[in-house]
């Protein structure tokens, strides 16, 4: 799919021109995975992926959306008729938190299409919902701040089922070229920083093909360890701490060894974050490696968010002397790594193969840049 072809079809279906155009990034996360809703540290960016959104108001009173890639489309009036698709649930959800802050929008027709992989963990659903958010403040002059957008999106999101926290919002809107941002998720300061300079290396997003729904795998349920692993330390304690607060030391109030992995999983990965930080100023490959390793033995065997196809791919990565973990909640998804360039293109062709042969599965690699975040075209 590409912008010419959105832009015919557009004129074809709805009879006219555009007059606001989208284009809203996909996320990837270098480090700080499941940390964000517990007000943790995060280094995600906006990646040269995305959703372009078309939209021009409506003669009538009704409003029509059509999702291109997938031949989907929806009309109503006042309420929602007809079939309700999966990616629905997330416009239907963003208009009634918009209607309920006072931002009403008329009938208008929509079209959005793009390259960003469904249930890959690159942040598909955030991208529609900041997306489809600014398209309409666009289009009917709301005049939303950045951070309203944020918390439009995340509260929509939110309403589908999944319990997330606001990294993915946060680092779609304000993602900017050749850098990622560091988030302090307990206060949301956001911090610019360079990406590593090395042109010898890129950022490479292997999809494993296995799609997650959130809100049907134990995501939610993590959250609610966590929240249940904080509460016993509280009670032991005798202070109302937050999960920023807790040391190494805080573990020995806990019993349940599961709910200890939990929290030492947080912990060590904020310090990971802290220290891929380092590596990033001194442009410290092997260590950029190491800590990707480091958080994906974490994820896959303290907070149990990974799987068998994700672990292939980061211990054939290991084995060839690289580095890379599983990317967003889990449970299928992406594997992010920093690979050499030259190797890129032989390593994904051997991996493919064994990954084909062991899974049935089509393993499909794509190297990925720093980009602009969500912005009017």
Same mark, same amino acid.
């Given at each position: ?18 007059? =606001? ?36 108001? @409506? ?102 089922? =999944?319990?997330g926290g606001m990294m993915d919002q946060h680092a779609i809107v304000h993602g900017e070229k050749e850098a990622c941002l560091f988030i302090d998720c307990e206060n949301r300061h956001i911090e610019k920083v360079a990406m590593p300079q090395n042109e010898k290396h890129q950022w490479v997003l292997f999809n ?40 190494? @030391? ?17 912990? @060590? ?67 992010? @790594? ?38 009017? =075209?």
């Amino acid at each position: 799919m590409n912008s010419s072809s959105l832009h015919r079809f557009f004129l074809d279906a709805f009879q006219g021109p555009q007059l =606001v155009e989208i284009f809203s990034p996909g996320r990837a996360n270098v480090i700080g995975e499941h940390t964000d809703y517990n007000g943790g540290f995060v280094l995600p960016f906006a990646i040269d992926r995305g959703i372009t959104f078309l939209a021009n108001k @409506s003669i009538s009173k009704k409003t029509k959306i059509i999702a291109f890639d997938l031949d989907e489309a929806v009309s109503f009036e006042k309420a929602l008729i007809g079939p309700s698709y999966p990616w629905m649930r997330y416009l239907t959800n963003a208009l009634e938190v918009l209607n309920a802050k006072g931002f009403v929008s008329k009938g208008f027709n929509l079209l959005f299409g793009g390259n960003l992989p469904i249930g890959a963990g690159v942040s598909s659903s955030s991208a529609l919902s900041c997306g489809f958010i600014k398209t309409l403040d666009a289009l009917f002059d709301f005049g939303l701040t950045k951070e309203q957008i944020v918390l439009f999106a995340s509260l929509a999101e939110n309403g589908t089922g =999944v319990q997330g926290g606001m990294m993915d919002q946060h680092a779609i809107v304000h993602g900017e070229k050749e850098a990622c941002l560091f988030i302090d998720c307990e206060n949301r300061h956001i911090e610019k920083v360079a990406m590593p300079q090395n042109e010898k290396h890129q950022w490479v997003l292997f999809n494993t093909g296995v799609e997650h729904n959130l809100a049907d795998t134990e995501y939610n349920k993590r959250r609610k360890e966590c929240d249940e692993a904080l509460t016993i330390i509280q009670e032991k304690k005798g202070k109302a701490l937050t999960f920023r607060q807790l040391k190494d @030391s805080d573990l020995t109030s806990l019993e349940d060894s599961k709910l200890k992995q939990r929290i030492t999983h947080y912990i @060590s990965e904020n310090e990971r974050v802290k220290k891929m930080l380092v590596a990033f100023k001194k442009n410290d490959i092997n260590l950029i490696l190491h800590l990707l390793n480091d958080s994906h033995e974490s994820l896959s065997k303290r907070y149990e968010v990974s799987c068998e196809e994700l672990d292939y791919v980061q211990s054939a990565l290991m084995k060839e002397n690289y580095g890379g973990r599983m990317m967003g909640g889990g449970f299928g998804g992406c594997v992010i @790594s920093y690979l050499a360039k030259k190797d890129f293109k032989v390593f994904t062709q051997k991996i493919s193969v064994t990954f084909k042969s062991k899974f049935g599965l089509t393993l499909k690699a794509f190297p990925i840049k720093a980009s602009e975040g969500l912005r009017l =075209v």
